[in-house]
């Protein structure tokens, strides 16, 4: 028999989803029985996000709901059914499968639906609105046999599906009503840097242009005719004219709506019924519609407050700042962007050059910021966006903050001046307090307050101020966010790198007498040595124990071999691919056994032999090279191995040849030395057999070429790749490939992974698109040079090692006799040798 | 290796000698077998330093890493931290002061030091400390 209060909640959007998400937060939600509601067919996803479901054509990436998030919380979840009546005196609502539930408490979250505007023709076949992943679904399949796409509609969601259109390889067309693109959000002068930013991407952007009439076209399916009397020819139409709120159940229920549509809440989200709240989009909150995630995630809260008794925050309306990244083009506009305020100033700065514009309005006495629009660079956002949300004061000459700095130095807000309460990150209301409450408790970098705290996870607008506010902490708390490599060098490793690059230095000591900041009276020590050896390594490209080089190298690399917990090593030999003839797998075999080797097949799809004594070593490899073996760097920071599936060779689903592809990117990159490891991978079709996502780098054949994926990890902290790159040929995809390595060599830190050398990048997976594919620094040639470099002078380090008796020297374990170290004991375990433990070594002494 | 010395026997004072200079590179360590005085094979670590002003240096301390329990100290990488002159354990990355064996992680774990010296060309090393530990068992 139960008690609980019977709450419906109906829409499965976003908001929806939050306010879920919130009242489990509350501990409150045993007291409900919840009866959730979804049109959609799956559950709730993330629609800031929906164009991102183009990457990989997989909703798991873009879903919002934990594993067991429903079940395990007693929740009744109902997709694919629409509620289609709430009947208030019965208190039942009902929906079109035929359920019918009883109420107490509806929360009402339908969201809005696209806006289509009457036009003759609006109801043809091969138009869409982009508002579902069923939406991105049709417009997939119908770009597959048309050759052009127009947009309907200049605004944020306009832009994004145009950007969803040119990716599809369709001839790409807007077309905005009003003169300029973004007219509500942007000024004129902005609007036209954003068109002509957007042109320049290849997208024909035709303001002014009124559609009358959509009519068969004579080359493509549609043809589209103006006002003007112009015509357009178009195989796609896709309509974003604006959102409406999903509001028909709640007028046809009776409550209280605007006059333009919305259903009217008040601070606690409650409607004209005191049993019934709506949230999200779908709310009328002092007249207005909120079309942002942010807001709608607070009315969640404070439904679920209310609802709950647990919290006291109301809903007191939302600050409609955006900033977003355009086809690559930072767009931002804060507050009051067109300068509507009366007696405001403003001022103004345009680079026709570079194609930026920025405009700040400011209170007519100068001492406060109003609004401001950003259009090509929008790295002031934050900074300006704090200064208008906490009304603080603007230093003298406010146009100082957008101008660029003639000497290098910021003129953006000291984030000690904001106080704990600054909402950081709207998107995920992440306050200054949180932030440095996560500090507190140990997070001290990025990636940590990332997924402590959710900080800029959502649209990433405000990574540059958490990135401040977080390393001001640090500092304050004694962690001096101390760049510096060691004690030995006050520069970072990008900025190492740089140095020993510029000033072509080559060795440890000219870098130390050059560099050193203990004034020449340093050694060096086990952080910089190792450091300054692969930079030279990735600069130089010398064998690793060269005479001046070998001083520098971790044992790893010095005995080139992976020491073991017993001080023995390992031997692995590279097998390109996996790929190995039945003759040089005897070879490994001959050799395992004959020096009574540990073996086991890797995960690299290679063979590793363990419990090689360092004085064997080189007799090990003498047999191995003799047989046409090289090294495989097992040992190295350096490219371990590129794994593959035999493709589409064997396979009957492979549509590239993936097997030749990995041997050549694992000849390619042999040898490269780099901040951390460096994993490839390469599967012949999307079934992914390889694990290509779980990698640095990421190869997935498709019908057209090859899909680049970037910085994924396994490991400690997995994490999947992002995609890069679509339907690369060949030798597209190795120029970036080329040059993504070589960026990541030139500017990680020491032992950064490239995972999170992304997360931690300002602008993150966007910025490197910029600087890789559209050579946003103008680094491309140099970094193809670099990488050209190495790879033209690679040699098999032990290949080279066994034929200089010198070297050989430094192999044995003592330096005044031939014995072996008396404490390396093996025993046998499942056939093979494995080190004797300490109990085990005692035993034998005393046999 | 210009000599093997295995039948080499120490007593508290002797200098034994163990290998010419130059078979240790500069700035790095190798490993000695020595027999002490209770004929049991013992492993020492020997570094050379040059310092940036061209100062050569000697140490010994033992080869045993008390971390990993495993035979390697002589294949850390030297440097100095804090005006200290160290050497990392490769496995576990602890520093060792090379003139007292201190760990500079862990006070209450050292290694212990022995007296090393160059004579002519040849690296001579005495045991004494470890005579002293002898001396405190028994
Ligand atoms: C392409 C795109 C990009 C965007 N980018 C951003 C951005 O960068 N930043 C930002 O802040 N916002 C962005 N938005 C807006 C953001 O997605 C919305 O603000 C958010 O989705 C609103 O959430 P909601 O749950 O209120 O509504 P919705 O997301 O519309 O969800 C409502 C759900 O309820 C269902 N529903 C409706 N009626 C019924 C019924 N009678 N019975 C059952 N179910 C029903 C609907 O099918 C829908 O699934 C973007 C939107 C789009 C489309
Ligand atoms: S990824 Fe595709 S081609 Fe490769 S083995 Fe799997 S199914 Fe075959
Ligand atoms: S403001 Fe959008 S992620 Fe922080």
């Known amino acids: 028999m139960s008690t609980k209060i019977k709450l419906v909640v109906i ?259 409650l409607t004209s019924d005191a049993d019934i709240y709506a949230i999200g989009e779908v709310a009328l909150w002092d007249n207005k519609i909120y079309g942002l995630i942010a807001p709608g995630n607070a009315m969640a809260q404070a439904a679920v407050d ?171 708390n004694g962690v001096e966010v101390n760049t510096d490599l060691c004690q030995h060098f006050a520069y970072t490793r990008q900025d190492l790198y740089n140095i020993i690059r510029v000033e072509k230095i080559k060795s440890f000591e000219e870098l130390l007498a050059k560099h050193d900041s203990t004034s020449g009276m340093g050694l060096g020590c086990d952080i910089c040595k190792p450091t300054a050896a692969s930079i030279f390594a990735s600069c130089w490209n010398e064998h690793i124990i060269d005479k001046k080089l070998h001083g520098l190298q971790d044992t790893n690399d010095y005995y080139m071999g992976n020491m073991q917990k017993d001080g023995t090593y390992s031997v692995v030999p590279r097998v390109a691919g996996g790929e190995i003839t039945p003759e040089k797998l005897i070879v490994l075999g001959k050799v395992a056994k004959e020096f009574n080797l540990y073996t086991k097949i890797t995960g690299g799809q290679r063979v590793d032999l363990f419990g090689a004594r360092s004085e064997q070593l080189p007799a090990i490899w003498k047999i191995l090279v003799d047989a046409g073996f090289e090294t495989g760097h097992a040992y190295g920071k350096s490219l371990r191995t590129v794994k593959s599936c035999v493709g589409s060779t064997w396979c009957r689903y492979g549509v590239q040849d993936s097997m030749a592809m990995a041997i050549l990117l694992e000849n390619r990159y042999k040898g490269l030395r780099s901040p951390h490891k460096l994993k490839m991978a390469v599967s012949g079709c999307t079934r992914e057999c390889a694990e290509a996502q779980s990698k640095d780098l990421g190869i997935i054949a498709t019908e057209n070429g090859w899909n680049m994926y970037v910085c994924g990890n396994g490991g400690m902290k997995p994490r999947h790749a992002d995609l890069f790159a679509a339907d690369l040929d060949d030798v597209t ?79 044995t374990h003592f330096v005044n006799s031939k014995a072996q170290d008396d404490n390396i004991i093996f025993t046998t375990e499942r056939q093979q040798i494995r080190p004797a433990l300490a109990s085990e070594k005692l035993a034998t002494e005393t046999v | ?22 078979d240790i590179l500069p700035n790095m360590g190798c490993c000695a077998l020595v027999n002490t005085a209770d004929e049991q094979a013992k492993q020492i670590a020997i570094f050379r330093i040059i310092s940036p002003t061209g100062e050569e240096q000697l140490f010994a301390v033992d080869n045993y890493c008390p971390f990993s329990h495993a035979n390697i100290i002589s294949r850390g990488i030297v440097g100095d931290l804090n005006n200290k002159i160290v050497v990392a354990s490769p496995l576990y990355k602890q520093h060792f002061e090379l003139s007292s064996g201190q760990c500079l992680e862990d006070e209450s774990v050292f290694l212990n030091s022995y007296a090393v010296r160059l004579n002519g060309s040849t690296v001579e090393l005495a045991l004494s400390p470890l005579a002293k530990q002898q001396q405190k068992k028994a």
């Open chain 1, 306 to 476: 209310h609802l709950t008794q647990t919290g006291t925050s109301e809903f007191a309306g939302a600050d409609m700042s955006t900033k977003l990244k355009l086809m690559g083009v930072d767009v931002a506009s804060i507050g009051d962007a067109h300068g509507t305020t009366p007696n405001c100033r403003s001022y103004t700065y345009v680079n026709d050059r570079e194609e930026v514009y920025k405009k700040i309005v400011v209170s007519e006495d100068d001492k406060y910021l109003l609004g401001a629009v950003l259009i090509g660079d929008a790295a002031e956002y934050g900074s300006l966006l704090q200064f208008m949300l906490n009304k603080m004061e603007l230093p003298s000459e406010p146009e100082g903050l957008i101008l660029p700095s003639v000497d290098g130095s910021s003129t953006g807000i000291g984030v000690d001046a904001l106080p704990d309460s600054a909402v950081l990150c709207s998107c995920m209301n992440v306050s200054k307090a949180d932030v440095i409450d996560a500090v507190q408790a140990g997070a001290c970098d990025m990636a940590a307050i990332k997924s402590c705290t959710k900080a800029a996870t959502g649209c990433g607008g405000c990574t540059a101020l958490v990135t401040q506010v977080l390393n001001n902490e640090l500092e304050k």
């Open chain 1, 11 to 269: 829409g499965n959007g976003p908001v929806g989803h939050k306010f879920l998400e919130s009242l489990v937060d509350s501990g409150k939600s045993e007291d409900y029985e919840v009866t959730v509601f979804g049109e959609e067919p799956i559950p709730a996803y993330d629609r800031v996000h929906l164009t991102s479901w183009f990457k990989t054509q997989d909703v798991k990436d873009i879903n919002m709901v934990s594993d067991g998030f429903y079940p395990n919380n007693n929740f009744t979840l109902h997709t694919g059914d629409k509620v289609t009546k709430i009947d208030r005196f019965k208190k039942v609502v009902v929906s079109e499968n035929g359920v019918s539930v009883c109420y107490d408490k509806i929360i009402l979250a339908t969201g809005s639906f696209p806006f289509v505007p009457p036009v003759p023709g609006h109801q043809r076949d091969n138009i869409f609105v982009y508002r579902t992943i069923e939406d991105l679904e049709k417009i997939t399949a119908a770009a597959k046999t048309g050759k052009v796409g127009a947009v309907i509609g200049g605004g944020l969601l306009g832009l994004e599906a145009a950007k969803a259109l040119k990716n599809l390889d369709l001839e790409t067309h807007v077309i905005e009503f009003a003169p300029r693109l973004m007219a509500v959000q942007i000024d004129d002068g902005g609007g036209q840097m954003l068109r002509k930013k957007i042109q320049d991407l290849g997208v024909s952007v035709h303001t002014q242009k009124n559609t009358q009439n959509i009519g068969d076209g004579d080359s493509t399916v549609h043809k589209m005719s103006f006002a003007d009397g112009e015509e357009l020819e178009t195989d796609i139409i896709v309509f974003s004219a604006g959102i409406r709120p999903r509001d028909e159940l709640a007028r046809q229920a009776g409550l209280g709506m605007g006059a333009r549509g919305g259903v009217v809440i008040n601070n606690n989200c």
């Open chain 2, 1 to 22: 290796m210009t000599q093997t010395n295995k039948n080499t026997t120490a007593n508290k004072d002797d200098w034994l000698s163990i290998c010419q200079l130059d």
């Open chain 1, 733 to 811: 995809l190795i120029k970036y490939i080329d040059r993504l390595f070589m960026f990541y060599i030139r500017t990680a830190d020491r032992l950064q992974r490239t995972s999170v050398w992304m997360d931690n990048m300002e602008g993150g997976l966007e910025y490197l698109k910029s600087v890789i594919i559209d050579d946003k620094l103008g680094l491309n040639s140099e970094l193809e040079r670099e990488m050209a470099n190495v790879i033209d002078s690679y040699q098999c380090e032990w290949k080279t090692t066994i034929e200089d008796p010198e070297k050989l020297k430094r192999f």
